[in-house]
């Protein structure tokens, strides 16, 4: 009889029940422990859409959610998976091993984000060389890792004698590949990491659905089931037989689609040029020096502390600090600086290079601009936004060169720019925005946006 009270049941809106165990051997560490422990609560404050949810309403979910989302998918993905695995590398350890590896690294994979999730990695973690990924290696393998090691099992397969998990190797899964790292990892995990940094993955495949379902935007975004069932391991990679490309192809669809109206959303993009401002001016107040030095510091430094705290800066004793915190209390009351006078949107194909545009750096953008202006509104406050969304990865990249098609005529796996379908995908979305402090110059701000992208760029969508 199977031990029902060696596992747990909680319920997710996107996935339905979602198992993890509780209950082990004498000396056995649960997937409950790891859940419970403080570096994955904390992340109960740090929500998953960094700054959407001010527009969004409904779109409260966290970081928490979304990691054991991918606990449950990186299950799913192993069920389909673990035998071609296997096939493909021969010393596979057992599906045991694989499961609790994959699954651990699901639930661990944001364990070093920090308030804003991406957000504080562009302002404030990159200022100390280092990402979330790098943080998160180091929670898991000097933190977490001693427990790690004690985990046995999971709710489907258990580790086989003598097998014991390796924290590196969890650490590694999370960390997306770069041209020579990891040289000694063994084939059967560099092919596992394209379910993390690849082109589909247990963690985008669980933000689309819980993105858009929480946003509002859609509650059946994408077919997960068909994606799973037609993907498999070749000792080249991660492969979709060609009868999955179409569900392949609307996945990134979607995906893209919600960088448009959620991520990219033009009063997300307002608050995320207000949020910069703030933290280039707030950075030696929010954190003291490097986040890795201190991470039992970084472990308290949520996105609630952090709210919480700047609240009660206008109140302090510092001038700088008190000015500080009336404008952290203007966006806190969403009171915004910013407002879009006009957009346009910029697609990148094969054929066209992306690096070699104006479109890669804002400040030329303004430059241009201002050129194009009256000379009455030279000086004009004004920022430009340019957001952009890969569409299509290069699948040559270290990367994100994880990702084969199944040609079946053939017997063989072929690089997926071979199918037609796929190839059509434009590489590079950018949407370039100027956002002034009102609209009362708009038409000049679009004429001048005109005069700098050319007569041929999409139309406006400014209105939209």
């Known amino acids: 009889m199977r031990d029902f009270l060696a596992e747990n049941l909680c319920h997710d809106a996107v996935h339905g029940y979602i198992p ?25 404050q740090i929500h998953q859409l960094q700054t959407a949810w001010w527009v ?18 990186a299950s799913r993905a192993v069920a389909r998976l673990y035998d071609s695995l296997k096939e493909s590398c021969p010393d596979t350890p057992s599906r045991g091993y694989v499961e609790s590896l994959m699954r651990l690294a ?14 504080l990695d562009e302002h404030l973690l990159r200022h100390h060389g280092l990402t979330h990924e790098t943080l998160g290696s180091a929670i898991i393998t000097q933190e977490l890792g001693p427990l790690l090691s004690r985990v046995r099992r999971n709710p489907n397969s258990q580790l086989e004698s003598g097998e014991e998990l390796d924290p590196r190797q969890i650490a590694i ?13 063994p084939l059967w995990l560099r092919l596992l990491r394209s379910l993390f940094s690849g082109i589909y993955t247990v963690d985008n495949m669980d933000f689309v659905l819980r993105d858009a379902y929480m946003s509002g935007y859609n509650d059946r975004a994408f077919d997960l089931e068909r994606l799973l069932h037609y993907s498999f391991f070749t000792p080249q990679g991660l492969t979709i037989h060609s009868r ?56 308290q430094f949520t996105e609630f502390a952090l709210l919480v705290d700047v609240s009660r800066w206008n109140s302090a004793d510092d001038p ?47 430059t241009e601009l201002r050129a194009q ?7 004009l406050p004004l920022r430009i936004d340019l957001a952009r969304h890969i569409h299509r990865p290069d699948t040559r990249g270290p990367s994100t060169g994880q990702n084969f098609l199944w040609d079946p005529g053939r017997g063989e796996p ?24 009102d609209q009362a110059h708009a038409a000049e701000l679009s004429a001048a946006l005109d005069a700098v992208v050319g007569s041929s760029a999409t139309d406006d969508l400014t209105n939209m």
């Open 20 to 44: 993890f165990t509780s209950r082990g051997a004498a000396g056995e560490a649960t997937e409950r422990q790891i859940i419970d422990h403080p570096w994955v609560q904390r992340l109960r």
């Open 56 to 73: 969004f309403p409904t779109a409260e979910h966290t970081r928490f959610q979304h990691v054991v989302g991918v606990m449950h998918l």
């Open 106 to 119: 699901g639930l661990l994979h944001d364990v070093g984000h920090g308030p804003f999730g991406h957000f």
């Open 173 to 185: 899964l999370i960390t997306r590949p770069r041209a020579g790292d990891a040289p000694d990892a």
């Open 244 to 299: 999955g490309v179409a569900a392949l192809v609307r996945f990134m669809g979607v995906r893209a689609e919600l960088f448009r109206a959620v991520y990219f959303h033009r009063t997300v993009r307002a608050i995320d040029l207000t949020l910069a401002d703030l933290f280039a001016d707030s950075r030696e107040y929010l954190f003291p020096g490097n986040p890795l030095e201190q991470l039992d510091l970084y472990r």
């Open 320 to 366: 700088r600090k008190r000015e500080l915190g009336i404008r952290w209390q203007g966006l806190l009351e969403r009171q915004i600086p910013w407002v879009m006078a006009c957009e346009r949107n910029l697609v990148f194909g094969a054929e066209t290079i992306e690096r070699s545009s104006i479109f890669a750096r804002p400040d030329y953008v303004e």
């Open 373 to 379: 202006l009256p000379a009455a509104l030279k000086n």
């Open 414 to 437: 072929r690089p997926l720019t071979d199918d037609q379908l796929f190839r059509q995908l434009p590489l590079a979305h950018r949407i370039c925005r100027v956002y002034a402090h």
